[in-house]
């Protein structure tokens, strides 16, 4: 007997609002945009809308973004279900989930999800949007201090790190990481929505300028103003709903923790394979049986590690399992189809998650993909949090 949960909700409506550098409106006027779209994708009243789990962004940080008061805001009146969640990057898979288990237990029918965020200043540059500097203390207490004195900001560092220990321990090559960029922007020449739709060549992968080495520019996702609401629906009702359901077939997440001691492998060994156990268990499927995937990729190491812990190739094989161009156009593990958060737009955990729901309804156009399971991830933190969906258009 199956899980109780395979296929027991759906993902019934979807909104997305223009990304990039969009000026003029407020994250609570982005989150309106996305959350409108989704009601009226999805075939729904407003009133008949009884859930609402917000997620903010760097900008709700920082005493800005989406908060508690978008009820209000959206005009959602006697809600049965509302939270104001933050597990970075994988906090869009995390809605999904949660708000599937209150329509299992009958707390909630329609549950937008959403997210929104404005980083982005008009006459500034993206880097100053996350820039880690301009983020921390002024005057860092204690051991904090040690890392502005050492030179140490923001997660651009932390992520290199990782991939340098990944590089020392494995030999994986700047070629390898350039393969997902490369392939990941090819996906993006054929999204309209994509941010960067400019065709990308190996050689200009290594020409773009170091951040924190071993990362260059194109190793590193963008940065993005907008937003993007799903609506997450009961399977019996999702069948009869405006949209194509987008099914939840398995879901799961891994939060390892990181001692900052010795002998820690938070550089290699990440949540994923937490959550891969939970997600492919659940959803009765394997990584063999993902016909595409849809992977949180922040940096383009992530990409590569989160591969490896669910088990698409051995750990410390990323490297090699990349490089002949599987991951885009024409390759036999189409990933990231609308070009992710590397040349897509940069919605932490919703990017992929976007375009996971596009797929699965099969309204991808010419970058549409075999949908049959969709692997759907998201991370956040320094591979700290993962959550993990898989998703297709059949619920048996």
């Known amino acids: 007997m199956g899980h109780p949960m395979r296929g027991a909700t759906a993902i019934t409506g979807l909104g997305i609002t223009p ?27 407003k009133d008949e809308i009884d859930g609402l789990l917000i997620n903010p962004g760097i900008t709700g940080t920082t005493g800005g973004g989406i908060g508690l008061g978008l009820q209000n805001y959206l005009g959602l ?15 869009a898979a995390q809605m999904v989930q949660y708000a599937s288990l209150a329509i299992a237990a009958g707390m909630a029918n329609h549950v937008v999800c959403v997210f929104a965020d404005n980083p982005l200043t008009e006459g500034k540059s993206s880097g100053s949007s996350y820039g880690g500097a301009s983020r921390m203390p002024s005057r ?30 494995y030999g994986t090559t700047h070629d390898q990481l350039g393969a997902i960029a490369v392939a990941e922007r090819a996906w993006a020449v054929m999204n309209p929505r994509a941010q960067m739709r400019d065709p990308m060549t190996l050689e200009m992968y290594h020409a773009s300028r170091w951040i924190v080495e071993p990362l260059h520019l194109l190793d590193c996702c963008l940065v ?20 194509p359901p987008v099914y939840v077939l398995g879901m799961g997440q891994g939060h390892p923790g990181d001692p900052l001691r010795s002998g820690s492998d938070w550089e290699t060994e990440t949540g994923a394979k937490i959550a891969a156990k939970t997600a492919f268990s659940m959803a009765g499927l394997g990584p063999r049986d993902m016909t595409q995937l849809q992977l949180y990729d922040c940096y383009t190491y992530t990409v590569l590690v989160t591969l490896e812990d669910y088990g698409f190739c051995a750990k410390g094989e990323g490297g090699p399992f990349v490089a002949d161009g599987k991951l885009g156009p024409g390759g036999s593990l189409p990933t990231n189809t609308g070009g992710g958060e590397l040349s897509g737009y940069y919605m932490w955990g919703m990017t992929p998650l976007s375009e996971a729901v596009i797929q699965g309804r099969g309204q991808g156009g010419e970058r549409q993909q075999k949908n049959d399971a969709i692997l759907c991830t998201g991370n956040g933190g320094i591979l700290n949090y993962h959550g993990a969906l898989i998703l297709g258009p059949n619920r048996s």
């Open 140 to 169: 860092p207490q204690g051991v904090a201090g040690l890392y502005q004195h050492a030179g140490f900001f923001g997660p651009n560092t932390s992520y290199a790190l990782a991939c340098s220990r990944h590089m020392e321990l």
């Open 224 to 243: 993005s103003n907008g937003a993007v609401a799903v609506i997450v629906s009961g399977a019996d009702q999702a069948k009869d709903m405006k949209a």
């Open 77 to 91: 009146n006697n809600l049965r279900l509302l939270n104001h969640m933050n597990a970075a990057g994988s906090t």
């Open 19 to 45: 990304m990039g550098r969009i000026f003029g409106k407020s994250a609570n006027e982005l989150a309106a945009d996305a959350v409108r779209e989704a009601i009226a994708d999805s075939g729904l009243r």
